[in-house]
Structure formats: C-alpha cells, structure tokens
C-alpha cells in the first residue's frame, strides 16, 4: 500500500496572488501541477507559464502545462494535458515531442480512448458536486470505479474531493486525486496540514 498522489489543478481566480499562492502550494508538498488558465490566450499563458516553471523547479514539483503544446516546447516542458478532442487530433510526431501527455475523461470508453491515444493518465470526473460545475450532477463513485477498470493507466479523481471522500476514491482505484479551491484558497499555514490530510486519510491499493 503506498500514499496517493495530491495534484493541483490552478484556478488563478481563486487566489489573490496567485504565482504566491503557487509557491505555497509547491512547498507543501503536492505531487504535482496542471496549470490550466484555459482562458488566457497563448502568449498570457506562456508568460504566466514561465513562472510557473521557475516555482515548480525551486521545489522540485512536476508542472504540466494543459492545451498550449506549442508554449510548452518553447519552455521545455514536456507534460502535457489536453482536452480528449485535442489529443485524438494529435499528430504522432508531435506526441512523441512530450514525455507525459494526459488527458481530461468523463466516460470509461472516453478513457480507453485517451489510452490508446498515447495517454499516460487521465482525470476523470467530476465525482461529487463541486461549485466549479454548479446545476451539473456528479457522477458518483460508481462511475470513477469503472473509469478505472476500463484502462491500465493511472486514473485521477477530480471534482469536490475532500479529506474525507477521498478515501472512496481509493476504493475504487484511483492512483490520485486533483484539488483545485481548497488548496487555490487555502491560507500558506494551513497547507502543509492540508495536504497531509489528504496523504494521512488516502492510502492507494495501486
């Protein structure tokens, strides 16, 4: 049994300074970075990217940049996560440019999809009710539970996981979960215990 993996999804709208609250995050201890501000255009993304580079490097975080390839090459980034759609259309040339591509599931034949395209994980949800997907309802445990059966990649849990629901996801074979608001809004003398919290009460069968 070891302890699953905490990634953190980034919602810069979430925090008040966020390349700060992206330095507290690192250092606390999470496993990883997604930076996904899918909203900025290339050229903001790749700025913002730049920082958050310097920061995961200083703690020694792996950063995955999320749908701006190209921006990624030019920072010699080579994690990667993208919409489903966009990884199917990848070229294989291209793929092969990255180490680790992952991508975004919300079905188990999404997943299998995901898989034979050339993904070395995938985040599947959301899984409980979550404010990010306000009047959407979850789609529960049971789907997570098939997700994971469907591939022999790693499958992250994200979408309203807590300490205390985290450990279903566990049960039903997820290698990890992906936090977004608790740990975008968390205040830097709560997360260290934060993010403990999660490994303490989250202990993964794979």
Known sequence: ??????????NRKLAGDFPAQLARVARAGVDGIILREKDLSETE?????????????E?????TLHTYGEAALRLGIRRLHLPLHMLLAMEETKKRK??????????????VAAEA???AYVTAGHVFATDCKKGLPPRGIPFLGEVCEAVHIPVYAIGGITPQNAPLCAEAGAA????MSSLMRALEE?????VRSYKKEFPCQT
């Open 1 to 10: 049994m070891s302890t699953c993996k905490i990634i953190c999804v980034s």
């Open 98 to 111: 990255f180490d680790v591509l992952g991508a975004s599931v919300h079905a188990p034949e999404e997943a």
């Open 190 to 194: 709560e997360l260290p215990d934060l």
């Open 117 to 119: 395209a050339g993904a």
């Open 176 to 179: 990890g979960v992906c936090l």
């Open 45 to 57: 993304y790749e700025e913002l990217a730049t920082r958050a580079k310097a920061i995961c490097e």
């Open 59 to 63: 703690y020694s975080v792996p950063l």
